[in-house]
C-alpha cells in the first residue's frame, strides 16, 4: 500500500507543481475547481446525496464558482467569519458532539461552507503564478504534518488521538506533525517563501494553530466516512482513496489562511 501511495503521489505531484507554476491565472483557477468539484462530487456519496439532487447540486456549485470568477466576485469579510467560525469552533464542535452529516439542506451548504471557500484560497493566495511560491509554503506546512504525523505515530504511537473516529491517529502522530512543522516554518522563512509580514515569533503561533487546524480537517472527513460507512471518499487515487481523502487538511487550512490574510492581512 505505501508503495502505492508513493507512485501515486510521484505522478500526482509534477502535474500539481506545473499547475501552480506555469498555468495562466483562469487555467489555473479551472485547475483548482476540478479538484474541488471532485472533492465535492465525493462529499455528496458521504452525505447520501445522490441521483439528480446530486448533479444539480454540483452544477449550482460549479455555476456559483464561473459567476465568482467572471465578475471577480470575491468571499466579503462576514464570509470569512463564517469560515473562521466554522472551522475554529463548529467543526471542533461537531467531532465533540459526533453529529450526523444527514443528506438534505444542511449537508448541502455544510459542502458548500467547506469547499468554496477551499476554491476561493486557491484562487487568492495566488493571484498570479509568481505568487506560487506562497500558496506551496501553506500547503507544503499541510504535507509535513501529514507525513509527520504518519511516521511518528506509527514509529511512537501509543495513546489514542480519538479511537471513535479515526483509530489509527495517535497523540504522538500531532506531536511530531508539531514539530516538523516548527522545522519546517524555520525554513520556508529563511528561504523567502512566506510573504506575510511578521516576525518569526508570531509566525510559529500561526504555523502551529494551523497544524491542529489540519488535524480537525482530517478527522472531519474521518467521521463523515465512519457515519457513512465507507473506507474512502472514492477510489480515484490508487493508494489514496479519493481527492477528498487527500485535501481534507487543505481544504480547512487553506481556507483559514485565506481567512486571516482578507481579514487581518
Do not use: N
Not at 500539481?16 to 472533492?39: G, K
Not at 469560515?83 to 463548529?90: D, N, R
Not at 509535513?144 to 504518519?150: K, L, N, Q, S
Amino acid at each position: 500500500m505505501l508503495k502505492t501511495r508513493i507512485l501515486t503521489a510521484l505522478v500526482l505531484l509534477p502535474i500539481m507543481l506545473y499547475a501552480l507554476f506555469a498555468l495562466p491565472q483562469a487555467a489555473w483557477a479551472a485547475f483548482s475547481w476540478l479538484i474541488v468539484v471532485v472533492a465535492l462530487w465525493e462529499y455528496t456519496r458521504m452525505a447520501a446525496i445522490g441521483g439528480a439532487l446530486r448533479w444539480g447540486y454540483l452544477t449550482v456549485s460549479t455555476a456559483i464558482a464561473a459567476a465568482a470568477w467572471q465578475t471577480g466576485f470575491e468571499l466579503p469579510a462576514a464570509a470569512q467569519w463564517a469560515v473562521l467560525a466554522f472551522w475554529l469552533l463548529g467543526a471542533p464542535m461537531w467531532l465533540a458532539k459526533r453529529w450526523s452529516l444527514g443528506s438534505g439542506a444542511r449537508a448541502m451548504l455544510l459542502g458548500w461552507l467547506m469547499l468554496l471557500p477551499c476554491w476561493f484560497a486557491l484562487v487568492g493566495l495566488r493571484p498570479t503564478a509568481d505568487a506560487g511560491l506562497s500558496l506551496l509554503a501553506v500547503m507544503g506546512l499541510v504535507w509535513v504534518a501529514d507525513v509527520a504525523a504518519y511516521f511518528s505515530g506509527k514509529s511512537f504511537g501509543r495513546r489514542k488521538l480519538a479511537p471513535a473516529i479515526s483509530p489509527g491517529k495517535s497523540w504522538e502522530g500531532v506531536y511530531g506533525a508539531l514539530i516538523a512543522v516548527c522545522v519546517y516554518t524555520v525554513l520556508v522563512t529563511r528561504l523567502g517563501w512566506v510573504q506575510v509580514d511578521l516576525p518569526l515569533s508570531a509566525l510559529l503561533p500561526v504555523a502551529l494553530a494551523l497544524t491542529a487546524v489540519s488535524v480537525e480537517g482530517d478527522l472531519l472527513e474521518s467521521w463523515f466516512k465512519r457515519s457513512a460507512g465507507i473506507k474512502d471518499s472514492s477510489a480515484l487515487l490508487p493508494g489514496h482513496g479519493g481527492v477528498y481523502d487527500r485535501i481534507d487538511s487543505l481544504i480547512a487550512v487553506l481556507a483559514v489562511t485565506h481567512a486571516l490574510l482578507v481579514l487581518f492581512g
